[in-house]
């Protein structure tokens, strides 16, 4: 164990706002894809890799930074990535086209990716086990309020400004952190040296590199052919091939320094915690993201206002995780993972089931509540029964790996709800328009259904402004008919939607369904308090 002289608090609240920043750019994004959209004049391919690119370098450098921790101070790579997140923020707000844009969230990614895994280590070694849940409480309550308060916090941001200051955000919160790094946080080590498994790194990025991209871009080529000999299959099999070559090298180095020590997996809960991980990842941000274009496209709601529709879930979440996290230093987390899972999936369940095209926000407040009870016995209790038992020299890369696990699941979640919304607004538009072609004109119903036809494969279901306005009356018609078209399209696009929305949920609710009965295999005893023996201690203060 490593005996921390210094305020534990202090050094939380400072790990919690940088950790906080990194989350809050996966989410509060999406609230200002139609601003993007008109201001860059970008493509619903531009804005997908604006999305995708910070998620997959997260992904893929995860475990890397992670292991790089342990190599060179777990504080020192989460100063490098505060400045390296803060520094692409602000360039990312200075963006002039989406070809900029996705490279400075490329470089953004990489920030995060040094940072993130340094949180959970630095909570761990400074924390004994039977304080650990409760600071893992605060920890998960930054979890959930970024998660769903990046909708709210951007809608309010792209209202009140546009797209660009929510990067520009980041930097008076990355300056506060990187000063008050030096003053709070130790320069906690775990006692001996390490060297970095070089072609582990290798390996592992190209594999987690090229199933990640297979997966991002896999609808885009309809999952076929990229050119002559290249296809998405191809790049995921080259993945997959890659991680067994991986893991057989792994398997080799386990008397050395490996860059993932199998010996984290020894232990039960570290393993069941990850793949509940991944899995809850796959599950929120395949649930938020339709369900966030819904409250725009179908429901014609401003950023803000779809923002502020999903406060109550981030509320109730924030006020319950803390207390959360304090139950689990008693009674383990076991029963609360499985409790919060499955409040999460019910009420976003319900969400969905009462999803209308002309809803109004209180419609939804019950099962956001619900949502959010669920939201708030997750992250903490999740935290604490993954790394309850982990060692510390082994901190870094267990948190590497279950940060990685997340972020693969955020890649996958994306991928494949982006996948099946698309498949099923191509049908459900093409149907409701054949439905409602006879509201429009007889010359121009055949053109009428054509268009939807070719438009939910172009990025229709994209942004508040799409809403049917892509389909544009013939040229010459009188006023009149012109607008009856443009409300023809509109219903169309609203009942479309709303009907491809529903199954596109069904399947991360699933998913989340799925991590609740994993959960089941948790051992659920109490962290013992911590006893330091002098072969294992570590005294450090606090470092400027």
């Not at 990640?212 to 993945?239: D, H, M, R, T």
């Not at 099923?424 to 409701?432: F, I, K, Y």
């Amino acid at each position: 164990m490593i005996k921390f002289r210094g305020n534990p608090w202090a050094v939380l609240l400072v790990v919690s706002l940088g950790f906080f920043m990194t989350l809050l750019d996966l989410t509060i994004v999406n609230i200002a894809i139609p601003n993007m959209i008109d201001k860059l004049h970008a493509g619903l391919d531009d804005i997908l890799w604006v999305i995708n690119g910070y998620a997959l370098v997260l992904a893929v450098l995860l475990i890397t930074a992670g292991r790089l921790g342990d190599l060179w101070g777990p504080r020192n790579l989460f100063v490098v990535g505060i400045i390296v997140f803060t520094l692409a923020s602000a360039a990312c707000g200075m963006s002039v086209n989406p070809g900029q844009l996705i490279a400075f969230r490329v470089v953004q990614g990489l920030g995060a990716a040094l940072l993130m895994p340094q949180t959970l280590t630095i909570l761990t070694m400074v924390f004994p086990p039977e304080r650990r849940g409760a600071a893992f409480g605060v920890w998960g309550a930054v979890a959930g309020l970024a998660t769903i308060a990046g909708p709210t916090l951007g809608g309010l941001l792209v209202t009140a400004f546009d797209w660009r200051w929510i990067f520009f955000v980041n930097v008076p919160i990355g300056a506060v952190v990187l000063c008050l790094s030096f003053i709070l946080i130790p320069d906690v080590r775990p006692g001996r040296k390490h060297r970095l498994d070089l072609a582990g790194v290798l390996l592992a990025s190209a594999a987690l590199f090229a199933i990640c991209y297979g997966l991002v871009e896999g609808q885009k080529y309809s999952w076929g052919k990229i050119n002559s000999f290249l296809s998405i299959p191809l790049v995921i099999g080259a993945g997959i091939v890659l991680l067994a070559v991986f893991l057989v090298v792994e398997k080799l180095m386990q008397r050395r320094e490996p860059l993932v020590p199998f010996a984290v997996f020894h232990d039960r809960n570290f393993s069941v915690m990850n793949v509940v991980s991944g899995a809850l990842a796959i599950g929120m941000l395949g649930i938020f993201l339709p369900f966030t274009i819904y409250l725009q496209s179908a429901l014609g709601m401003s950023a803000l206002n779809a923002g502020l529709a999903l406060a109550p879930a981030s509320l109730v979440s924030v006020f319950l995780a803390p207390g959360v996290g304090r139950l689990a230093d008693r009674i383990g987390g076991k029963y609360l993972l499985i409790a919060g899972l499955t409040l999460f999936a019910l009420g976003m369940g319900w969400a969905a089931a009462i999803a209308q095209t002309d809803s109004r926000w209180y419609d939804f407040l019950p099962a956001l509540i619900v949502a959010g009870l669920g939201m708030g016995c997750i992250f903490a209790p999740l935290s604490t029964v993954a790394l309850r038992d982990v060692k510390p020299h082994l901190a870094g890369a267990a948190s590497g790996l279950l940060n990685t696990n997340r972020q693969v699941g955020a890649v996958i979640g994306s991928s494949a709800v982006g996948a099946l919304l698309q498949n099923r607004l191509a049908s459900s538009l093409t149907q409701e328009a054949s439905r409602r072609a006879g509201q429009v004109p007889a010359p121009a119903r055949a053109g009428f259904v054509a268009g939807f036809r070719g438009a939910s494969k172009h990025g229709l279901q994209v942004g508040a402004g799409q809403s049917g306005g892509s389909i544009r009356p013939p040229s010459g018609v009188p006023p009149s008919v012109a607008a009856q078209i443009q409300r023809a399209a509109h219903e169309v696009f609203t009942h479309g939607y709303v009907a491809a929305m529903r199954p596109t949920m069904a399947l991360p609710i699933a998913v989340i369904v799925v991590a609740a009965l994993c959960c089941f295999a948790v051992n659920n005893g109490k962290p013992a308090p911590s006893r330091v023996t002098p072969a294992e201690s570590t005294e450090v203060s606090t470092a400027a």
